[in-house]
């Protein structure tokens, strides 16, 4: 009895080591994905609360970096190059601080992302896009701080700054016509050298159509660019394809030319691979 007694203390005693409280968070995480044309933009953030409390002026001091939510970065991440309030912006995951004041906010898009709210150091070379924005006031009580889209078209939209009483307003221009032709030109000009060979080598690895990949390397081979040598892979690919073919003589010469290709480039891997086909491809 003894000895049962402490094996479920200790197994209790485990338990409680391992187990961990769950509580709600104060400032409770959020995502917003939002397509504007054909620019994907996400935000991740944390929402705080106003709880009675005096927010813009007190809780976040006017004058003053502000991280623009709670808890970490809130990180806003473009799929494309932008123009936030006419100013560019890469493509790629910025941290979000701003700086309110009575009559206008500083809205900044800061380049380092894995600061736990303002950096320790500010860094002025980190600093991808900062812009000016002019704060609206609302007569309806926002209690959780909330960033949203509005006013979206192919163009543009408006990234919203929302809590208390006060909208920031920020306009993001999105390149829908520059994507959308170099769309337009990349599939009307037909695919490419490198499509051809992923097609070829796609069926030669499970064991498509033989002909056809032979037919699509051959067009990978053709539309190499003009001045430039045919990719040693390219021929290495072709002759594999051959061989399975039982075209045992074409599949040696290719892998010739795929083994010089290779020794000019310095391929020692691709050199091997080549001298140890022709060598099982010769024997009668």
Known sequence: MKK????????LSSLAITAQVKTPQASPSSKVEQV??????????????????TVFGELVPYGSNWRTGANANTLVTFSENVKIEGKDLAK????????????????????????WGLPEKWNDADVAVKVSVKP?????????????FDNITNDNAVLSIQWEKTIVPIKIEVPTK???????????AGPKAGDYFSAGQ?????????????????????LTEKGKD????????????????????????????SLAAAI???NKDYEKMNNDSIAEWSKK
Do not use: C, H
Request: aromatic content about 14%.
């Open 136 to 148: 609206e006031s609302t007569n309806r009580q926002i209690e959780t701080f909330t960033i949203a």
């Open 92 to 115: 790629g995951t910025y941290s979000l601080y701003t700086t309110p004041k009575a009559d206008s906010w500083d809205v900044i898009f800061y380049k380092t992302t894995d600061n």
């Open 264 to 266: 000019k480039a310095g």
């Open 202 to 222: 796609y069926f030669y690895n499970s064991n498509g159509d033989m002909n056809k990949a032979l037919s699509w390397v051959n067009q990978a081979i053709d």
């Open 36 to 53: 504007v044309g054909l620019t994907s933009v996400e935000v991740n953030y944390s929402r705080p609360s106003a709880k009675g409390r």
């Open 4 to 11: 049962l007694f402490l094996v479920a203390f200790f197994a």
């Open 230 to 257: 045919v990719p040693f892979w390219y021929l290495r690919q072709k002759s594999l394809i051959q061989a399975k073919l039982n075209d045992k003589k074409g599949a040696i010469e290719t892998a010739k030319l």
């Open 178 to 188: 520059e994507v959308a032709i170099s769309s337009i030109e990349k599939t009307l």
